[in-house]
């Protein structure tokens, strides 16, 4: 502000809050909330809400991953690293502990 001295126009949404606070500063009479006024605004936040979108999706990718992580180790044993008695017999263990956790 005093860089650049007071703005002649407020453009703004056409919220009622905004209207309030623009009055209290004494401001009302320069705000304009005409239709297409807000695009340049607009416009400038579309990288953040890009970012914001993309973050979105990675929260719910981790809650999947949390999730999925702690069902995968549970049914997910090495074939490899045991014989195929004992491969089967932790698998039926572990799935029957699911289906209990499952019914609860």
């Known amino acids: 502000m005093k860089r650049h001295g ?3 126009e407020l453009v703004t949404e056409k919220l009622r809050s ?3 606070a623009l009055k209290e500063i ?3 009479d320069r705000q304009v909330t005409d239709r ?3 695009n340049r605004v607009e416009n400038s ?4 809400r890009r970012r914001e979108r993309a973050m979105q999706r990675l929260r719910s990718l ?6 999925h992580s702690s069902v995968c180790n549970h049914f997910n044993s090495d074939r490899s690293l045991s014989s195929r008695d004992v491969f ?3 698998r039926t263990a572990a799935l029957a502990e699911w289906r209990g956790l499952c019914a609860a």
Do not use: D, I, L, Y
């Open 6 to 8: 007071r703005p002649e």
């Open 62 to 67: 981790q809650t999947f991953a949390a999730v």
């Open 88 to 90: 089967k017999m932790n």
């Open 26 to 28: 004494g401001a009302a």
């Open 36 to 38: 297409w006024e807000n």
């Open 45 to 48: 936040h579309q990288p953040f």
């Open 18 to 20: 905004s209207g309030a």
